[in-house]
């Protein structure tokens, strides 16, 4: 396995002071158009010029892989006209985003069930990952009707299916390999907008030993400076993998 893909909670993973993996929860676009008194919709329209700009950043600070959470399988509890918006939003965006996501070098994947979406959305979907899927600038994930405990189950049930029958237990690598993102690092650094402070079910698995970075900024606020300070938090951070500080100082 490469060291880079090591579980953080099986090995010590390499230490950097880019983060290889950044993982964010786009939270509070509701609520800056709520205090401009614009609907919610026009929230999400902004956001995704945050999604562009910080999409930039993650390649001018060299950070190879970013993973946004755009709709959890909970946020179908929503009222259905913003759900609504929100699908014909995701749709448009990726007929719209996808030539110039291709032009800059960089891979899309959708992750999380995408069963529940509309023919006319999977198949963009498909198309879109099939276009990008040589680009090596940076891995973009969007988690879209994702889950962290629906990753897991799903991430079982696969497991099970490919060795039927097994009779010596599993491991934590026989289920990882089957994870969404398994063939990618695990996120190093997590940042949530808006001011709260969980996780809302979100990469459950692979936030392990993430470093975690909240922030009052509302997601259509997040700019260059809010994005550097959570680079700078990071690079604070002593990353210790169960180690002591007198361990990392022989290191």
């Known amino acids: 396995m490469l060291s880079s893909l090591i579980s953080s909670t099986r090995g010590i993973p390499t230490r950097s002071d880019v983060p290889q993996h950044i993982a964010i929860v786009m939270d509070g676009n509701g609520r800056w158009a709520r205090k401009r008194l614009m609907p919610r ?4 329209k902004r956001g995704l010029d ?19 959470f755009a709709f959890s399988s909970e946020n179908w509890r929503r009222p259905a006209d913003e759900v609504s918006f929100l699908m014909q939003l995701f749709l448009t965006a990726l007929r719209e985003e996808v030539k110039r996501l291709h032009k800059n070098n960089i891979r899309l994947r959708i992750i999380g069930d995408c069963s529940r979406f509309d023919a006319g959305l999977r198949a963009a979907i498909a ?13 973009l994930s969007i988690a879209a009707n994702y889950g962290g405990r629906w990753d897991i189950m799903n991430a079982m049930n696969a497991m099970l299916a490919a ?19 398994a063939d990618l690092p695990e996120p190093d650094l997590f940042i949530r907008t808006g001011g709260e402070q969980r996780v809302s079910n979100f990469l459950l698995w692979q936030l392990a030993y993430t470093e975690f970075y909240f922030t009052d900024c509302l997601w259509p606020e997040f700019n260059e400076a809010a994005f550097d300070a959570a680079l700078a938090s990071f690079r604070g951070r002593e990353r210790r ?3 002591t500080s007198e361990q990392l100082g022989d290191a």
């Open 41 to 44: 919709v026009a929230g999400h």
């Open 50 to 68: 945050t999604v562009r700009n910080v999409v930039q950043l993650c390649i001018k600070r060299g950070v190879p892989n970013l993973t946004l």
């Open 127 to 139: 198309e879109a990952e099939s276009l990008t899927a040589a680009n090596t600038a940076l891995t």
């Open 163 to 181: 060795q039927p029958g097994r009779q010596e237990p599993f491991t934590e690598e026989d289920l990882a390999q089957h994870l969404c993102l």
């Open 241 to 243: 993998f169960g180690r």
